[in-house]
């Protein structure tokens, strides 16, 4: 989709509602940090009007931060936003994100839920979404609730999930690939491991079709692998130069 379709598509599939502006802390996490750099950017309200600044996006908590200026910051939650962007020196690209309903794929319970645009073609998008950092221990985890002691930790863990999807231009969302960070907690030393698993690992040749196998020479060529998001934005971004040479 060009820029501008990618944005009457997710306005389309938000369903946008105001919220108060108070922000419930799961946890936190001594090793799973967002990062705190503050961006130049911009984000855009639900009664369309645009606030710019140094931007903040706490993917932990979900809240986007806003620093005006040096007397005024703003914080927002995806209720209250359409989109935002800023851009991330670091990566080199400029980072764009919209508040979508999305229902939960566990609960089925809609919310609206912050997606990042990795890519974009005619006729498909490939979103990035991550999800709250949450606690879990070993009683929750097989469904039995345990009291536990505030200053036995070492059983906790912090995990944080995001997972990449491509979606149609019928706006429909197929799970590609989750990547999964936990954090367990000892009495002297943090561990933490990373994952990536593909959950339809068919989809990106799906919807590449006739390039895919050349996508996975350039990936093999450029050490680049399919189940690490930036990794995954370069090949994206090859399949762009693919279809522009046509």
Known sequence: MPSTCVYSFC?????LSF???????????RIIQYDTTARPGKVVLIDGSEITGKIVFNDNDGIVIVHVDDNDTKSFNAKRLTSFQFYASDLGRLRRFYCIE???EETGIKNIEIFEVLKEF?????????????????ANIMGRRQAK????????????TETVYFVNSD??????????????EGDLLDTHGKRSRFIEVDLFGKYTAGHYPTLGKYADQNKLSFKQKE???KILEEYERLLSAR
Request: charged share 25%; hydrophobic share 45%.
């Open 149 to 160: 002691s505030t200053t036995d930790r070492k059983d906790l863990k912090m995990v944080q």
């Open 11 to 15: 306005l389309t599939l938000a369903i």
């Open 19 to 29: 919220s108060t502006n108070s922000f419930a802390q799961v946890g936190k996490s």
């Open 231 to 233: 990794d995954l934005i």
């Open 122 to 138: 005619q006729a498909f998008a490939v979103l990035s979404k991550i999800g709250r950092l949450k606690s879990v221990t070993p």
């Open 102 to 104: 999305f229902a939960d």
């Open 171 to 184: 706006g429909l969302f197929k799970a590609y690939l989750e990547i999964t960070i936990k954090e367990k």
